[in-house]
């Protein structure tokens, strides 16, 4: 069993950074790949990024690319994701998940084995 808690969440002006964490619980987190997930008010939830269980490979949404990096500490059972250039359309609830499989770590259709229970991140024009 991993549980998952999403920190770093907060109110940040357009062209600011926020360094989000998702601390896991369980001695096991090393064996998964990570993902980070975000759900604005009324819309589906969109993948950000994904780091696979070494930390080798990483995958980022288009919307993010340039402007976010995945990271993950497996001494510290935690993974991060460093947002910077923040822009308006960034604001929404943050989740970070776990899976097996990089590959279903980041898709957005299969199901994960965990999910955290988000942290909102806002950004003001």
């Known amino acids: 069993q991993v549980q998952l808690v999403e920190s770093g969440g907060g109110l940040v002006q357009a062209g600011g950074s926020l360094r989000l964490s998702c601390a896991a619980s369980g001695r096991t987190f090393s064996s998964y790949a990570m993902g980070w997930f975000r759900q604005a008010p009324g819309k589906e939830r969109e993948f950000v990024a994904a780091?696979?269980?070494?930390?080798?490979?990483?995958s980022y949404a288009d919307s993010v690319k340039g402007r976010c990096t995945i990271s993950r500490d497996n001494s510290k059972n935690t993974v991060y994701l460093q947002m910077n250039s923040l822009k308006p359309e960034d604001t929404a609830v943050y989740y970070c998940a776990a899976a097996k499989s990089l590959v279903v770590v980041q898709s957005t259709t299969l199901v994960k084995d965990y999910w955290g229970q988000g942290t909102q991140v806002t950004v003001s024009s």
């Open positions: 780091i696979s269980w070494s930390g080798g490979v990483t």
